[in-house]
């Protein structure tokens, strides 16, 4: 049994939970942005999963008819939300009602978003834990007595 499949598998989720964690942070550092270095109202962000391509998994032998893959970022992309309008008379950037557009960052979707991020990775982490301690069993099965 090649042991090298499961780490690449296990690195893999954990390659894309550490994006779905960088994105969770910049969505939540940016919640009060009235506006970005470009002059536009920050849209909160989202990462697109997938399997992983047939480069990721040309090595991989199969398991009974199923190709072993990992997971892969497809792409990281603006959500689709309407600004959250706060009423601030006082803001340079207020309308003329005193309303002021902030990004559409739900901060309790956040939360769950990095608990799961999180979990997943610890996950991903225990599993190629489990796939180490099974190669070092292995090798102690051929060695000496």
């Not at 199923?66 to 340079?92: H, Q, S, T, W």
């Amino acid at each position: 049994m090649d042991y090298r499949n499961a780490f690449a598998i296990s690195a893999s989720g954990m390659t894309v939970e550490k994006t779905r964690l960088d994105t969770t942070a910049v969505n939540l550092a940016n919640v009060h942005s009235t506006r970005g270095p470009d002059g536009k109202l920050f849209r909160p962000l989202t990462v697109k999963v997938g399997e992983a391509g047939a480069s990721f998994a040309a090595g991989f032998t199969q398991l009974q008819g199923a190709v072993l893959r990992g997971a892969e970022v497809v792409r990281i992309e603006e959500a689709n939300v309407a600004p959250r309008m706060v009423y601030e008379p006082g803001n340079p950037d207020a309308d003329t009602k005193g309303y002021v557009a902030m990004p559409g960052v739900n901060q309790v979707t956040e939360m769950v978003n990095l608990a799961s991020a999180l979990r997943a990775y610890e996950a991903n982490v225990v599993a190629m834990n489990a796939a180490k301690t099974m190669a070092l069993k292995a090798l102690d099965l051929g060695g000496p007595q």
